[in-house]
């Protein structure tokens, strides 16, 4: 995995990561996680701790890479210099390259001028005489190393799409670093998969048409030593977004920050994650990254667009959280509550009141955020509790503000608070007596007590706010 540390990383990024770590895992091979940085302009060090913490929330665990090292490092380009610099000094004392005087311009020129419809470089240094040559040199023209591409066809067979064939014609000479040395991607990745004996190479469907430039300089490298063999290579599919276009940078719902800041999971969002382009049967969605390693095969993605579903992506998180423990929940929430004031973890009041509240609402949460809303009226000071108006315009009208009476008139007396006792005293009253359906009777006293239509379980609310805040709010819902 080697992305750039340029701007918030992508949901396709991580997906290509978890593919990459799931096909290291399951071949009990190495995963290795460098960064590529030689874009000095838009690189910064905020993206690049992103990119870290980012993999390290989701647990994709690297076995070589930044941070943890390895015997192939280092691992971030812009460390690297000196390798790219040897490797491209060598290259150019083999038939593989040649300099290349000419100007952007002088390209286009005699683009325009052939009417060729082929981008890209025409090869008319290829062949240069010691004249023309020298001429170039007493301009003062300072040349690029050119990657001399091959005649014919490369055929190579793509982990994820089968063979693959282009025709070499319609693949230009590429350049392999700028006039002043400093090495370009079409260096960089190559001599880093060849220096660090990359065997697989599991990136977007983007850059696909990169491959067969990198396959012939693979060529090139085993002839001068550098590398061993030429790595496989599978191109995942497009992530798609909305209206089938796909997903970039610019759309809001490509970046993997904000399901962290929404409360997603991470094995949640690994799991939708998976699905797209993947899945582990074809009747069943949610599985663990443990059962994703021992049932993925790189044969079986889908070469197809994937289209990114949030509906989908919060059903998955929703049945990945039915899956930890009340205990497990609790934790992850805990610095949702505390960033939005909710809890004070160093509470010992405010602790064992959340150990008491949080199995109510662990079956009702999709996400950890909801956990704020869902509380909130458990801890917050009397003086700042608050109803959401929506509701409270919708239950608290005329006939809301009698059941909440009722509701009041049936509770005052009760010599015991607790669930059952206020369970009773409210059904025997709204339910039985004034016979009114259980979510007329309970929707408008649940605004009252908790501020919201959708909370935890009414009666055991209520005893966990006490007799005397519970009783202060049916007032306040009054009037």
């Known amino acids: 995995m080697a992305p750039s540390p340029t701007g918030s990383p992508h949901v396709g990024l991580a997906r290509t990561a978890l593919y990459n770590w799931a096909f290291a895992r399951r071949h009990g091979g190495t995963f290795v996680f460098r960064i590529e940085d030689t874009d000095k302009e838009r690189n910064t060090q905020e993206s690049y701790d992103s990119l870290i913490d980012l993999m390290q929330w989701l647990g994709l665990s690297w076995d070589e890479g930044v941070v943890v090292g390895g015997p192939h490092g280092p691992y971030r380009q812009s460390e690297r210099t000196d390798i790219y610099t040897d490797v491209l000094a060598r290259l150019r004392e083999s038939s593989y390259t040649y300099d290349c005087f000419c100007t952007t311009e002088e390209v286009d020129a005699r683009r325009k001028e052939s009417g060729s419809k082929v981008l890209g470089y025409d090869g008319f240094c290829r062949d240069l005489s010691a004249e023309q040559r020298a001429a170039f040199e007493a301009e003062g023209r300072a040349p690029v190393v050119r990657f001399r591409m091959p005649d014919g066809s490369i055929t190579f067979d793509d982990l994820v799409r089968g063979e693959i064939t282009f025709q070499t014609e319609h693949v230009p000479d590429f350049a392999l670093a700028r006039a002043n040395g400093d090495p370009l991607y079409t260096l960089t990745a190559p001599v880093d998969d060849a220096t660090m004996e990359i065997t697989h190479v599991l990136r977007g469907e983007d850059l696909l048409s990169s491959t067969p430039r990198q396959i012939a300089l693979f060529e090139g490298l085993k002839a001068i030593g550098v590398a061993k063999e030429t790595p496989a290579f599978g191109h995942l599919p497009y992530v798609m977004g909305e209206g089938n276009k796909k997903l970039s940078k ?45 049932a993925f095969d790189i044969g079986d993605v889908n070469p197809n667009p994937a289209r990114f579903d949030l509906k989908k992506a919060e059903a998955i998180n929703a049945a990945q959280m039915r899956l930890l423990s009340v205990e497990e929940i609790t934790q992850r929430a805990l610095p949702f509550l505390e960033g939005a004031g909710v809890v004070d973890a160093t509470s010992a009041a405010d602790r064992q009141l959340l150990d008491l509240a949080m199995p109510l609402v662990t079956e009702r949460i999709n996400k950890l955020t909801e956990a704020v809303d869902m509380l909130g009226f458990l801890f917050v000071a009397e003086e700042d509790f608050t109803r959401d108006e929506a509701d409270a315009a ?23 608070w607790s669930t059952a006792a206020i369970q009773e005293a409210l059904q025997g009253k709204l339910v039985e007596e004034l016979g009114l359906k259980p979510r007329n009777a309970f929707g408008p006293v649940r605004v009252a007590i908790t501020g919201r239509r959708v909370s935890p379980p009414l009666f055991e609310s209520m005893e966990l706010l006490g007799r005397d805040r519970s009783l202060s709010r049916l007032r306040s819902a009054l009037g």
């Open 250 to 294: 610019r759309d809001p719902q490509a970046h993997m920050a904000l399901y962290r800041e929404q409360g997603f999971l991470p094995e949640g969002l690994l799991n939708y994650l998976a699905l797209l382009g993947w899945s582990i049967a074809a009747d069943r969605d949610v599985f663990t990254l443990e059962e994703m390693v021992e």
């Open 394 to 416: 919708k239950l608290l009208d005329e006939k809301g503000v009698e059941v909440v009476q009722a509701a009041y008139d049936a509770v005052e007396g009760l010599e015991t």
